[in-house]
Structure formats: structure tokens, C-alpha cells
């Protein structure tokens, strides 16, 4: 679950840096990550958003959060070509969050990122239905 979201800086021409940082759990600490992003919108609508991890001065190690590691994170959000209402969204991750953590926990914390979509999918739908 995400704790904190900020923009660290922004550069321009949808290049930028952002700071996350995702709630821990009992037996967890929290992990964050420094990631340059950058954001592109082509000709047919497509968005395309890819992050990696970076170094930025403003964005320091946080005494109670684990600094993990994003090899590469994205969105490619396609429009439906028949119904301008409706839109592919896929993610890409591949993140080492770095600590002791298995693997399985690890892949539970991705799913969870992807449900994200789903969510905001019904939530999008419920609003648009008042």
C-alpha cells in the first residue's frame, strides 16, 4: 500500500523525479524508492510512463524505510479505438525491494500493485454510472 507519493522534481517534457514509499507490514519495514519517470503521449492517444531508479540529492535514504531498487517500472494505457470511454492499461514491473524478503512475498506486493487498475477500473465505472 503506498504511503507517500511526492514529485521531487520536475524537468520537463514529461521527464521527472518521484519518491514513493510503501507501507511495511508488522513483520516488514516500509520500502521506498528515488525514480526518474518519464511520461509520453503518442499520436494515437497511447500513454507510455517508465521509471527507474536514480540518485537525486532531494530524495535521501529514509532511517525507517528500506531503499529497494526499480530495475524498470511502466504503464502503456492504449485507447480503445471503438469506444473513446475505454482503454487497455498493461504495467511492467521488475524491482528488487531489496532487504530479506521471499519471493513470494515480494510477488504478492506486485499483485497487489496490479489490482490497483482493477480498482480504479470499478471506481471509474461506478462514477461515471451517477
Do not use: W
Amino acid at each position: 500500500m503506498l504511503k507517500e507519493a511526492t514529485i521531487v522534481e520536475e524537468i520537463g517534457s514529461g521527464l521527472g523525479y518521484e519518491y514513493a514509499r510503501m507501507k511495511g507490514s508488522f513483520i516488514f519495514s516500509d520500502r521506498d524508492f528515488c525514480t526518474v519517470r518519464h511520461r509520453k503521449e503518442e499520436e494515437n492517444g497511447r500513454i507510455i510512463i517508465t521509471a527507474y531508479s536514480a540518485e537525486h540529492p532531494d530524495c535521501p535514504k529514509v532511517k525507517k524505510a528500506v531503499r529497494g531498487t526499480m530495475h524498470i517500472f511502466g504503464y502503456v494505457i492504449t485507447p480503445n479505438s471503438e469506444d473513446n470511454q475505454k482503454c487497455t492499461a498493461q504495467l511492467i514491473v521488475h524491482a528488487n525491494l531489496g532487504g530479506n524478503i521471499p519471493g513470494m512475498i515480494a510477488n504478492k506486493v506486485v499483485e497487489a500493485n496490479g489490482k490497483f487498475l482493477h480498482k480504479l477500473n470499478k471506481k471509474l465505472k461506478a462514477d461515471s454510472e451517477e
